[in-house]
């Protein structure tokens, strides 16, 4: 039932591994995002993808990689990770066309030891 | 920078009352939309308006646009506890749903 999902929901891990977030929608959307939202609750776009394209590309560092097997996906792969790292990354879609509300999913709270 | 800026960062009133909370931006928007985010929650959205419009109603939330003072407002009326959530304003200067979201206001709704 759930619109957007997210994998894992936590992520505990060392400096310097390289790690992936899963993200599915079934709400049959054509543009899926990704967000960071930091200690203090700032939320910032990351990428944002329609059609399996990427669109928009924030300044992230080339170390965060976005995947997109199938416009219903998009997954994210963050390679060397390190202390900065750590915050909540939300997973949303939303319909094509503009004037569209997001869908979130529950975020995935990645901790960086 | 950020384009949405909340007012007040936290509110805190009993059942019954109203809260309202207050969003700027700084450049033109094609529309504003605000969310809801409970604790350990993803957003959910809650109402969309566009640049053209000055308010919106959707059951107990009232939203308004001023866009000469790039200002908007988010008013619950009655509130319940199950309000208590951290609110953000989303501002689309595309119009192609690309959003930028201010840092929100923490409320909490006390029985």
């Known amino acids: 039932d759930t619109a957007v999902s997210q994998t894992p929901k936590y992520l505990v891990t060392q400096m310097g591994n390289d790690k992936s977030i899963k993200c599915e929608q079934n709400?049959?959307?054509?543009?899926m995002y990704w967000y960071k939202q930091d200690s203090k609750k700032f939320l910032k776009i990351m990428f944002s993808y329609n059609n399996k394209e990427l669109i928009i590309n924030e300044t992230v560092p080339n170390r965060f990689s976005p995947k997109s097997p199938d416009k219903a996906h998009l997954n994210l792969h963050i390679n060397s990770l390190e202390l900065g790292d750590s915050a909540v990354y939300f997973c949303a879609s939303s319909k094509d066309g503009g004037l569209q509300p997001q869908h979130f999913g529950d975020g995935t709270r990645l901790s960086i030891l | 920078s950020q384009q949405g800026e909340e007012d007040p960062q936290a509110l805190s009133i009993q059942e019954g009352e109203n809260a309202t909370m207050n969003c700027s931006y700084k450049t033109s928007i094609n529309n504003l939309q605000w969310y809801r985010q409970n604790s350990g929650r993803g957003l959910v959205h809650l109402i969309l308006?566009?640049?053209?419009?000055r308010e919106k109603h959707s059951g107990r939330l009232r939203v308004t646009l001023d866009t000469s003072k790039k200002s908007s407002s988010l008013l619950i009326t009655a509130s319940r506890a199950a309000d208590t959530a951290s609110y953000f304003c989303a501002t689309d200067t595309s119009g192609y749903s690309t959003l930028t979201f201010g840092k929100g206001t923490m409320l909490l709704v006390s029985p």
């Open positions: 308006i566009r640049s053209n419009e």
């Open positions: 709400l049959g959307h054509d543009t």
